[in-house]
């Protein structure tokens, strides 16, 4: 079935530094790829998605590619803020012959930035 | 309200209550999800709705009981819960393929 794996967390970082989120998936098929950013307390926001391959998604500094040859969306930002931190979600949304897009997730990674 | 509304935000009950939680989307979405999030493991889907009728569900223990009785509004009927079901659960809508929309979550504890 498909899959997602995120690098382990936490991440800690001081503020301004470059972040990388390693994401790599296992999936039938052209998936979809997404990242979710969850704040404290709070349910998941969409961050960015990428639909087909080489495609690129973008939001608030962020970036990620969706790699097909090594089936890899990983996340960055060159430049991180205090407010960045959450725990970011990686997943992928594969049909799969359903009448919806079933969304499998990623363990997700607790980011903490220092100022 | 917009977007995705759930309520309570947080339930403590015990092991022989029953209790429901409430989600409502107000997005004009056709397909609704419950999510259970627990310490250090992934996403878990339980259930989805798509067009009203219940489409998957993840071998979810019959203690957990759906209900969705039209698009916007989408149930969780709790009874006989064990500590092990302590957790935040997460209710989504979407269009059909598309992007899911979460709702804050209920922080749920049953002791």
């Known amino acids: 079935g498909d899959s997602v794996t995120q690098m382990e967390g936490p991440v800690t970082l001081s503020e301004e530094a470059f972040l990388t989120i390693n994401c790599t998936y296992t999936?039938?098929?052209?998936?979809?790829l997404f990242w979710y950013v969850q704040y404290p307390g709070e349910g998941l926001q969409l961050l960015l998605k990428a639909t087909k391959a080489d495609d690129k998604g973008s939001n608030k500094g962020f970036e990620a590619t969706y790699r097909k040859e090594t089936t890899s969306f990983h996340l960055e930002k060159g430049s991180v803020q205090v407010s960045d931190s959450a725990v970011y979600f990686c997943?992928?949304?594969?049909?799969?012959?359903?009448?919806?897009?079933?969304?499998?997730f990623g363990q997700g990674t607790i980011l903490t930035v220092h100022p | 309200e917009t977007g995705v509304t759930q309520t309570p935000r947080h339930l403590v009950m015990g092991m022989t209550n029953k209790k429901s939680l409430k989600c409502e989307q107000h997005?004009?979405?056709?397909?609704m999800y419950w999510y259970k999030q627990s310490a250090k493991k992934p996403l878990e889907l339980m259930f989805v709705?798509?067009?009203?009728?219940?489409?998957e569900n993840n071998s979810v223990p019959s203690r957990f009981s759906p209900e969705c009785p039209n698009s916007s509004h989408l149930f969780l009927h709790l009874h006989t819960l064990q500590p092990e079901d302590s957790a935040l659960y997460l209710c989504?809508?979407?269009?059909?393929?598309?992007?899911?929309?979460f709702g804050p979550g209920t922080r749920l504890t049953v002791l």
């Open positions: 709705y798509s067009l009203e009728e219940r489409v």
């Open positions: 997943a992928l949304s594969n049909a799969g012959g359903t009448s919806y897009g079933k969304l499998t």
């Open positions: 999936a039938t098929g052209y998936p979809s």
């Open positions: 989504a809508s979407s269009q059909l393929y598309g992007e899911q929309f």
């Open positions: 997005l004009g979405h056709n397909a």
